[in-house]
């Protein structure tokens, strides 16, 4: 069961624009959620973090938002920049279970 | 600050072997967990060790092992070693506080090709 989803494999948005990229969770004991970045060949690297105790996080050109009552995060990127293509993959947390469960990752392509 | 470093880089193996990779946390970091990482399945949660103690594994077979030092490194030991396992193995570090609510550091992977 998986329960992190992340129902779009790949996305492809031009420079300059905004890139969204949507991830959807089951379990609502979940209540800490990541974005990583992953290139070819390397570890994920982490991008930007939010609680449920909030619904929106802002780190330069990235921004999450959590949605609790539709179970929904989602990633925004603005501008998109060429740098930008890799697998993003979102992940969460529940209290106390010292696990993180990841979906399966979007690919994101900017084009120039 | 040095990341998490994980050894070797690059492994290949021939089915029915065993295999032991090695991951160094970042310092600091007590929280040590592992990954398993194939074409379209994503990460998949291996186990996750503090204090030398395991805290939580995920859903793999009894021939997926691991340990940690006491000096925070771990280890991961697959055995009997099957054409499946191939794949990028990852190890994150973090600080391990009692909520979690923290972020994990991924070191490069390990990548394992079963012949």
């Known amino acids: 069961d998986q329960q992190v989803k992340q129902n779009s494999p790949s996305l492809s948005v031009q420079e300059g624009r905004i890139s969204i990229l949507n991830c959807d969770y089951t379990?609502?004991?979940?209540?800490?959620f990541l974005w990583y970045k992953k290139y070819p060949a390397e570890g994920p690297t982490f991008l930007i973090s939010i609680s449920s105790i909030k619904d929106k996080n802002e780190d330069g050109r990235f921004t999450v938002f959590l949605n609790k009552s539709a179970k929904h995060l989602s990633l925004h990127i603005v501008p998109s920049q060429p740098g930008d293509s890799a697998v993003y993959f979102c992940?969460?947390?529940?209290?106390?279970?010292?696990?993180?469960?990841f979906g399966t990752g979007t690919r994101l392509k900017v084009l120039a | 600050k040095a990341g998490v470093t994980q050894t070797p880089r690059y492994l290949i193996k021939t089915r029915g072997q065993q295999v032991t990779l090695s991951c160094s946390p970042i310092s600091g970091h007590r929280s040590v967990s592992w990954y398993q990482q194939t074409p379209g399945q994503g990460l998949q949660f291996l186990f996750e060790?503090?204090?030398?103690?395991?805290?939580n594994k995920g859903n793999f077979p009894g021939r997926f092992s691991g340990r940690q030092f006491s000096n925070s490194r771990s280890e991961m030991n697959v055995s009997t070693l099957e054409l499946g396992d191939s794949a990028l193995y990852l190890c994150a570090s973090s600080l391990g506080t009692r909520s979690l609510q923290e972020t994990q550091y991924f070191g490069p992977g390990t990548r394992l090709l079963v012949l």
């Open positions: 060790y503090f204090s030398e103690t395991q805290r």
């Open positions: 992940a969460a947390s529940a209290a106390g279970t010292y696990k993180y469960i």
């Open positions: 379990n609502s004991m979940f209540d800490y």
